[in-house]
């Protein structure tokens, strides 16, 4: 099951919206330099669909997009629950921050409007870094991703 140990309003996470931040536990990349150790540990509150209606019921109408922050334990229930907010919220965007290699094969990209992916290495640098090795992708209607990373290089 997956958890989340908070959550949080961003706003340079994704592009001109305004998110939701999920940041879900139990992370199992174990990246060297990891920014955010709290996260490996598998504990927090269970990520529901109950859950999430109760968030977005406090933030109705202050939040553009949802960000499931994490999830790499379990891409296929990030994709269930990214599914579940484009039937149940279907003007609010969704995306999904993995710190894998590549997009998993779990996911469906027709529920998602934004995807990162790349682990953390403190050399390279994070997104905003001009040397990194993460790419944030915005899906297209048709499926394609388009790489809007230099979108974090002008800021
Ligand atoms: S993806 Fe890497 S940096 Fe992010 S929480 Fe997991 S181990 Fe840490």
């Known amino acids: 099951m997956l958890k989340f140990h908070n959550y949080d309003i961003v706003f340079q996470e994704i592009p001109d919206e305004t998110t939701l931040a999920l940041n879900i536990s139990g992370c199992p990349n174990h990246c060297p330099s990891c920014h955010s150790p709290h996260l ?3 504990e927090g509150t269970p990520l529901t669909t109950e ?3 109760l968030l977005l019921r406090q933030y109705e109408g202050l939040i553009t997009c949802l960000c499931f922050m994490g999830g790499d334990a379990e891409p296929e229930m990030v994709n269930r629950f990214a599914a579940y907010i484009r039937s149940a919220y279907p003007t609010l965007k969704t995306g ?3 710190g894998a290699e590549k997009i998993s094969e779990a996911i469906d990209m027709s ?12 050399s390279c640098g994070s997104l905003k870094s001009k040397t990194t090795n993460q790419r944030l992708y915005h899906i297209l209607p048709s499926g394609k991703l388009d790489d809007i990373t230099s979108r974090f290089w002008r800021t």
Do not use: R
């Open 111 to 122: 529920n998602f409007d934004y995807i990162k992916i790349g682990p953390y290495i403190e």
């Open 96 to 98: 999904w921050y993995s």
């Open 40 to 42: 490996q540990a598998d």
């Open 51 to 53: 859950n999430l209606d």
